[in-house]
């Protein structure tokens, strides 16, 4: 139980993480106006894509076993 535990936490803090520096990096107020633009690690747009399509298809798997 303590390393499921462990795993989601690291899971959770990893994206965190990772969503922090992006914000640092795209932010005109951490890098002024002056800054280069750095890539992102994530591109958050597909990545907020590709979860509204996990949770539609598991909802509709969800409702698919529910009505047998």
């Known amino acids: 139980m303590q390393m499921l535990l462990g795993i989601i936490l690291g899971a959770l803090l990893l994206v965190v ?3 922090a520096y992006d914000s640092m990096q795209t932010s005109t107020v951490a890098n002024g106006q002056v800054a280069q633009a750095r890539r992102t690690i994530v591109n ?9 399509a996990l949770k539609r298809r598991a909802h509709d798997d969800w409702i698919r076993l529910s009505s047998k």
């Open 17 to 19: 993480g990772v969503y």
């Open 44 to 52: 958050w747009d597909v990545a907020a894509a590709d979860w509204d």
